[in-house]
């Protein structure tokens, strides 16, 4: 049952969220798991939050408010770990739209937690949210940049390459469980690819020159990256069992950072093949290659929306990056960041409701997020310096296969 609850937009629903019940003995872990659930729904761009207490007797229907949410949950302990049961319940009818009893321990309450904010997300408004995701990314110290990985909200930050040396460009697989990215392990840009599941990463491909910007085809047959073996760096299609590589892209100029479209028939790219770098878009086998920037000097690091509407970029103008979101035509490009320093690697989030990007605005980059519209701006990271955010795909069911099709 829908209540009218809008997926996306500037306005958002009203949602009142009750302080946990607790049971005897779990009192702390109602408070932890009310403080992940009002930051998950902060963070959806969907609900404007407030805060109240819980529900004293039955809800009486206020067909006022037709529209708002009222949230109620309980934690109780069970046998050696927790329980929790969380409600969703329209203002306007005083109808439960959802109720779920969600086992957990301690240590996963948070991942629990996470699973409920996007169960009543779906529910509401009939897609998930992201707070089960994660995200990608890369930490430099000193000279050495690693691949790192955390929560959607950029919590439970680790680091996943120890290779000492540079990695850039990570990119998720549609099955969540490997990362493609760049490393400098052996002294040229290769690509490799990191399996999650036995936390080591192995070579994919190695050829002479740039193995760059890899970008997984939506099926998860086909890695489209920046190749340069024939000595000018063109965008290649290789199959993931590295054996095959497409050339899509023959002019004498620099062509990268591929993204495919939602469907997997268009790549968006940069090349400079007009003097400077634009965002040029082609059907997957290479053909129709045609430019969709029209303004700007310099467009790099373009990445479809998740529905295939809009593409996001990054602009350079007065010497400074900024985040631009256009059309995915090319039209009606507007620029959505306006702080000092540069706003870079814009990347949408698995719902497309928020853009995931770094940014120098506070001396060093830091990975931050932000409606599409450049609205609730919230930073994820602190410490070093954090770039190149890859946001992490949705968990498939548990019917899907856990690795490619």
């Given at each position: 049952?829908?209540?009218?609850?809008?997926?996306?937009?500037?306005?958002?629903?009203?949602?009142?969220?009750?302080?946990?019940?607790?049971?005897?003995g779990?009192e702390?872990?109602?408070?932890?798991?009310?403080?992940?659930?009002?930051?998950?729904?902060?963070?959806?761009g969907?609900?404007?939050?407030?805060?109240?207490?819980?529900?004293?007797?039955?809800?009486?229907?206020?067909?006022?408010a037709?529209?708002?949410?009222?949230?109620?949950?309980?934690?109780?302990?069970?046998?050696a770990?927790?329980?929790?049961?969380?409600?969703?319940?329209d203002?306007?009818?005083?109808?439960?739209?959802?109720?779920?009893?969600?086992?957990?321990?301690?240590?996963?309450?948070?991942?629990?937690?996470?699973?409920?904010n996007?169960?009543?997300?779906?529910?509401?408004?009939?897609?998930?949210?992201?707070?089960?995701?994660?995200?990608?990314?890369?930490?430099?110290?000193?000279?050495?940049?690693?691949?790192?990985?955390?929560?959607y909200?950029?919590?439970?930050?680790?680091?996943l390459?120890h290779?000492?040396t540079i990695a850039?460009?990570?990119?998720?697989?549609?099955?969540?469980?490997?990362?493609?990215?760049?490393?400098?392990?052996?002294?040229?840009p290769?690509?490799?690819?990191?399996?999650?599941?036995?936390?080591?990463?192995?070579?994919?491909?190695?050829?002479?020159?740039?193995?760059?910007?890899?970008?997984?085809?939506?099926?998860g047959?086909?890695?489209?990256?920046?190749?340069?073996?024939?000595?000018?760096?063109?965008?290649?299609?290789?199959?993931?069992?590295?054996?095959?590589?497409r050339?899509?892209?023959?002019?004498?100029?620099?062509d990268?950072?591929?993204s495919?479209?939602?469907?997997?028939?268009q790549?968006?790219?940069?090349s400079?093949?007009?003097?400077?770098?634009?965002v040029?878009?082609?059907?997957?086998?290479?053909?129709?290659?045609?430019?969709?920037?029209?303004?700007?000097?310099?467009?790099?690091s373009?990445?479809?929306?998740?529905?295939g509407?809009?593409?996001?970029?990054?602009?350079?103008?007065?010497?400074?990056?900024?985040?631009?979101?256009?059309?995915?035509n090319?039209?009606?490009?507007?620029?959505?960041?306006f702080?000092?320093?540069h706003?870079?690697?814009?990347?949408?989030?698995?719902?497309?409701?928020?853009?995931?990007?770094?940014?120098?605005?506070?001396?060093?980059?830091?990975?931050?997020?932000?409606?599409?519209?450049?609205?609730?701006?919230?930073?994820?990271?602190?410490?070093?310096?954090?770039?190149?955010p890859a946001?992490?795909?949705?968990?498939?069911?548990?019917?899907?296969?856990?690795?490619?099709?």
């Amino acid at each position: 049952m829908r209540i009218g609850v809008k997926a996306s937009g500037t306005l958002k629903s009203p949602l009142l969220l009750a302080r946990f019940r607790a049971g005897p003995g779990a009192e702390g872990d109602a408070r932890a798991a009310h403080d992940v659930v009002r930051h998950d729904f902060d963070l959806s761009g969907v609900f404007a939050v407030s805060d109240t207490e819980p529900l004293t007797e039955k809800l009486t229907p206020n067909p006022a408010a037709q529209g708002s949410v009222r949230v109620e949950g309980m934690v109780e302990v069970a046998g050696a770990g927790l329980q929790f049961t969380g409600e969703a319940l329209d203002i306007g009818t005083a109808e439960s739209v959802f109720k779920r009893t969600y086992p957990a321990t301690r240590s996963d309450l948070r991942r629990a937690m996470h699973r409920f904010n996007d169960d009543v997300i779906e529910a509401l408004t009939g897609e998930r949210g992201i707070a089960e995701t994660r995200i990608a990314f890369v930490r430099q110290s000193g000279r050495l940049k690693e691949v790192w990985i955390a929560d959607y909200d950029g919590e439970n930050a680790r680091q996943l390459t120890h290779d000492s040396t540079i990695a850039l460009s990570p990119a998720w697989a549609p099955w969540g469980s490997e990362i493609a990215f760049t490393t400098f392990k052996r002294g040229n840009p290769d690509l490799y690819l990191f399996d999650l599941g036995r936390g080591a990463s192995y070579p994919f491909s190695t050829r002479p020159g740039l193995n760059t910007a890899p970008c997984y085809s939506p099926d998860g047959k086909w890695i489209a990256c920046t190749l340069s073996r024939d000595g000018n760096a063109e965008i290649y299609l290789v199959s993931r069992d590295a054996q095959t590589a497409r050339r899509l892209t023959r002019n004498q100029r620099i062509d990268s950072s591929p993204s495919f479209s939602p469907t997997g028939n268009q790549i968006a790219f940069t090349s400079d093949r007009s003097g400077s770098p634009q965002v040029y878009v082609m059907d997957v086998e290479g053909s129709n290659q045609r430019l969709l920037t029209l303004e700007g000097r310099y467009n790099d690091s373009p990445q479809w929306s998740p529905k295939g509407d809009r593409i996001v970029y990054a602009s350079r103008h007065d010497a400074v990056f900024d985040v631009i979101v256009m059309d995915a035509n090319g039209q009606n490009s507007v620029q959505v960041t306006f702080q000092a320093g540069h706003n870079e690697n814009p990347r949408w989030s698995a719902d497309g409701r928020k853009i995931y990007f770094s940014s120098s605005r506070s001396g060093r980059r830091q990975l931050y997020l932000m409606n599409p519209d450049g609205s609730d701006v919230v930073q994820l990271t602190k410490g070093g310096e954090s770039f190149n955010p890859a946001a992490g795909p949705r968990a498939r069911k548990r019917t899907q296969a856990a690795g490619p099709g």
